[in-house]
């Protein structure tokens, strides 16, 4: 078999079989697992795949407890027309929990954006210039890497202290969390930058701050845009620990809030939207890369 | 233009102690000439081409273009490097104009009409170095050797004094290797380029260069400096010819006897018998 070969190349079927067998594999786990809690009448602290399926339907108004409800309600209504009525009311109830959602999304994608941003703004400038000037290095990076050693989560109780419970707690968690792992990763993509490119610029006539602004920026922008890209999954990760300690709206204190009603179907629709967006912005962050940074893409082989 | 190098060395700090590169080395470049330092690998010759440029600094001695003394990299000395050195992001013709870019070249001191020529003569080296129809074409698209004619052509449209080139041809396989040289060759001739050139293939030095310096293993200094008697008009047929070879002759001998080699065929022969003495012994 050559596709046991290492970095034996695969055609586009085989890829896309691949791909499904692992989600089949994955589901197929899922259903294993459920099942044995459904076995000693558990079957609410791990739902199966299809009880989610409906979960998620409800969110729309469709799912099969909604219909329910929907069922028994025109069974005690005395006219049809009360009938539709009481069933519209219900599924229109259902459909509510839909707009907490995208509330809570919203809130949160808020939340990421912000402390993203601001950790883009500081980061990068920071790490190019840890990456490019070695006296700037030597001052910045004992402490970088010592900070970075400090768990986030333990901040959290000062960071309420000292900014309350309103946005900025949550927006400074987030910053702190990837705004070290951002100057360091920029930092060395920087580093990485060949010496011969920059002498090529001093001997074309180049200042010290050309080579930096005119070989090393755009040299290493493609690798600044995929440590942001990894940063970003590291900012989801933050934004929920956030959540779950001190917040009143958001995808983390939903789940939270779940959790104490036992519904766990909903908690893993929260995750399962968590997974999708993540996994729209990651791809966003590759279409842009691909686009603009044609030079840097690597051939597969 | 003339370059003056005197009494330039440079010792590197390793583990073992300190090691000389190079031992006090004096040379000059005359305006038009093509002069190039051949010698083995690790004698210093690539360590005398940095210092030149200004990339690396020596531990004594001076370096003086046109009697001002270099004290670092500028734009009077081009450089063209082993590495493939294109700024990857940029195409053919931006690579070329890469000086363009740069404040040395823009600023509001040089007059439009400088800048617009230089445009102009950019345009035509990446013609006359057979790159018009690659002109948009990214550095990855590019074999190695079109990859050191645009790196020529960036150093050249700059015009700088003098030209250094540090085994500019040295990774690319042998038949890009002569079309090269005739490129350089006939490059040095119509532009009167005044090239330092350093390399390790003795060929292509003599084939190339209107002065040849022969530098011994470390510490690196000069044993040998050879005029070379053909003209302008030179073909690669010559390193076919009896005067040729036996230039070439003069500086392998020079090289083989100037470094203590590990690798020389005595020395192997014996390490040969030893090894089948003792699968013999084993096989018994």
């Known amino acids: 078999m050559r596709v046991l070969q290492p970095r034996q190349p695969l055609n586009r079927r085989f890829k896309v079989f691949g791909g499904l067998l692992g989600f089949v594999i994955f589901i197929t786990a899922w259903k294993l697992l459920s099942g044995h809690y459904a076995e000693k009448g558990q079957a609410v602290l791990f739902p199966s795949p299809a009880a989610v399926g409906g979960a998620a339907l409800d969110y729309f108004g469709y799912g099969p407890e909604t219909t329910k409800r929907a069922l028994e309600a025109r069974a005690g209504a005395t006219t049809a027309a009360e009938a539709d009525r009481s069933e519209m009311k219900i599924r229109a109830k259902a459909r509510e929990s839909l707009e907490t959602l995208t509330g809570d999304l919203r809130i949160s994608f808020q939340r990421v954006l912000v402390a993203f941003l601001l950790a883009a703004i500081v980061g990068v400038p920071l790490g190019l210039f840890i990456g490019a000037f070695h006296w700037f290095e030597s001052i910045l990076q004992p402490v970088t890497e010592f900070v970075r050693y400090v768990p986030v989560p333990a901040l959290i109780p000062l960071l309420i202290v000292l900014f309350g419970i309103d946005e900025a707690p949550k927006v400074m968690l987030i910053f702190i969390g990837t705004v070290l792992q951002l100057v360091l990763m920029t930092s060395d993509v920087v580093r990485r930058v060949p010496m011969d490119l920059l002498q090529v610029c001093y001997t074309l006539g180049g200042k010290a701050s050309e080579v930096v602004s005119k070989v090393m920026l755009p040299a290493a922008l493609p690798g600044i845009f995929d440590a942001l890209r990894l940063c970003n999954g590291w900012a989801w990760t933050w934004l929920i620990v956030a959540e779950l300690v001190a917040a009143n709206e958001g995808m983390g204190y939903r789940i939270v809030k779940y959790q104490r009603f036992l519904d766990t179907e909903r908690i893993f629709v929260y995750l399962i939207v968590l997974g999708l967006v993540g996994l729209g912005i990651d791809l966003l962050f590759r279409l842009v890369n691909r686009h603009f940074f044609r030079w840097a893409a690597t051939d597969k082989r | ?284």
């Open chain 2, 1 to 284: 233009m003339n370059l003056e190098i005197t009494n330039i060395s440079k010792s590197y700090k390793s583990r073992a102690g300190d090691v000389q590169a190079l031992a006090a080395t004096s040379f000059s470049v005359g305006p038009g000439d093509f002069v190039s330092l051949v010698g083995p690998s690790g004698c210093g010759k690539s360590t005398m081409l940095y210092i030149t440029a200004g990339l690396e600094s020596a531990d004594s001695g001076t370096v003086e273009l046109s009697g001002r003394r270099v004290t670092g990299p500028d734009r009077s000395r081009g450089m063209v490097f082993q590495a493939y050195t294109l700024m990857p992001w940029l195409t053919v013709e931006q690579n070329v104009k890469f000086a363009h870019r740069l404040d040395a070249n823009t600023d509001y001191h040089v007059p439009i009409a400088d800048i617009l020529t230089q445009q102009a003569y950019a345009d035509k080296l990446i013609d006359i170095v057979g790159l018009s129809d690659f002109r948009n074409r990214l550095p990855r698209e590019l074999s190695g050797g079109m990859k050191q004619r645009v790196a020529i052509a960036r150093a050249l449209a700059n015009k700088p004094e003098i030209l250094l080139m540090d085994e500019p041809f040295g990774a690319l396989d042998a038949q890009t290797r002569e079309e090269m040289q005739e490129l350089m060759l006939l490059l040095s001739i119509y532009e009167r380029t005044t090239v330092l050139f350093v390399t390790h293939d003795v060929e292509e030095a003599l084939y190339l260069s209107s002065r040849v310096l022969v530098f011994s293993s470390r510490p690196g200094r000069i044993v040998d400096e050879i005029d070379i008697p053909f003209g302008s008009d030179r073909t690669l047929d010559i390193k076919l010819s009896p005067e040729f070879l036996r230039l070439k002759r003069r500086v392998l001998d020079q090289l083989h006897h100037s470094g203590g080699r590990a690798l020389n065929r005595d020395a192997i022969l014996e390490r040969l018998r030893e090894s089948n003495l003792t699968t013999q012994q084993l096989s018994k």
